[in-house]
């Protein structure tokens, strides 16, 4: 029993070092929408997300990117961040 608690704590704390990963779901020049797990720390997957979103908002014919809302998908643990994509 003393293993299995040290395993699953173990287990436990390398779930919660999970990098924040930004990836790109959609743009459509106007707004991006930047997809990162639930598994990561949310300030530096937001954080992550706003760099991902200035570069490609950045991209186009706008120069910055503004964070509008985050959608929780707790079937797949992940965020979806909203961003509009201002000049």
Do not use: W
Request: aromatic share 6%; charged share 20%; glycine share 4%.
């Amino acid at each position: 029993m003393k293993k299995a608690l040290i395993v699953f704590s173990l287990l436990g704390a390398t779930a919660c070092a999970i990098p924040a990963t930004p990836i790109v779901a959609d743009y459509n020049g106007d707004s991006v929408t930047i997809v990162t797990s639930q598994f990561s720390e949310r300030a530096s997957a937001l954080a992550a997300s706003t760099k991902e979103a200035e570069r490609i908002c950045q991209k186009g014919h706008k120069k910055r990117a503004e964070h509008v809302s985050v959608r929780a998908n707790s079937n797949t643990y992940e965020n979806s961040d909203l961003f509009l994509c201002l000049k």
